[in-house]
């Protein structure tokens, strides 16, 4: 048993999806949660920065102690490798939300036809094509990044008839009704939020796997098998963002369905960088 809380990083309101799963599925653990609102996005930055970033990231979430790090974030998991995470010599699992995303898809997939649509710097790492050959080499991969959809997320732009959205989806769903895939990932954690709409746009015939919410579950997985559960009912959860608390905690409300403001505070993104 661990009391210590679990730290959850994304580049904003994305890795939401993974606390949202975790409140559902551990709701004893405390959380803190780290959103990098003020440098968000990542998802179209060089690998260079993106690996910068992630480090501050998790070294920040390391100040509480936390007893387990868990990327909520596509961009992160796909760029940072098992080298650069070696290199910040952590004594606490870490995990990112690739290979969770791709067993769940894989676990899915009836076809073997699998898309992941996530943020131009994932697609562009290949870090999902060697998933998916490591698991199920059979299984062909289709990959498109759809970078707009972050925005539009982070504005709250996420309402099912939203005009705006539905027009980027329209084209960033096209080669995956093309392909025919039978199973998309949703590889960045910011888009499961749009899962009702997607659905309706593929005319529910394809599995959707929100990547945020598999990692959630690998992460109870590997808790209960490392003995690392906390033994209490209720935990709570804490949230540090890099811009304004208000913008943050309106667009939460879409993902976590309450009123976080008073659990969150700004940290200056200057202290994390320092990091
Ligand atoms: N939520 C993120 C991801 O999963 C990052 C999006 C971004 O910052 O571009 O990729």
Redesign the pocket.
């Known amino acids: 048993m661990d009391n210590r809380p679990i730290g959850v990083f ?3 309101v ?2 939401l999806t993974s606390v949202r799963e975790l409140h559902r599925i551990l709701p004893g653990e405390d959380i803190v949660y780290f959103g990098d609102t003020g440098r ?5 930055r060089s690998k260079t920065t993106i690996k910068k970033y992630a480090k501050q990231d998790i070294n920040y979430l390391r100040t509480f102690n936390v007893k387990a790090i868990l990327a ?6 796909s760029n940072l490798s098992d080298k650069d995470v070696e290199e910040l010599a952590l004594d606490i699992p870490f995990m990112g ?1 690739v290979m969770p995303a791709t067993r769940a898809a894989c676990a899915l997939s009836q076809e073997g036809r699998i898309g992941v649509m ?2 131009t710097s ?1 697609i562009r790492s290949g870090a999902y094509g060697k998933a998916l050959r490591s698991i199920q080499p059979t299984a062909r991969l289709i990959g498109n990044a759809a ?1 707009l959809l ?1 925005p539009l997320v982070e504005n709250g732009l996420t309402d099912m008839e939203n005009p705006v959205t539905r027009l980027m989806l329209q084209q960033y769903l096209e080669p995956f009704i093309r392909e025919e895939v039978d199973t998309l990932i949703l ?4 888009y499961p939020v749009l899962y009702d709409m997607i659905n309706d746009m593929l005319g529910y015939r394809v599995n959707l796997v929100d ?1 945020g919410a598999a990692a959630a579950r690998e992460m109870q997985v590997m808790l209960c098998e490392q003995g690392l559960q906390a033994n209490r009912e209720q935990g709570t959860t804490v949230y540090r963002v890099t811009d304004t608390v208000d913008n943050f905690t309106a667009v939460a409300g879409n993902f976590l369905f309450k009123d976080i403001e008073a659990s969150t505070e700004y940290v200056d993104v200057d202290i994390v960088a320092s990091l």
């Open positions: 994304d580049s904003g994305g890795g968000v996005p990542y998802g179209s909520a974030c596509g961009t992160v998991s939300v996530a943020t994932t970078p972050v590889g960045c954690t910011h990547s």
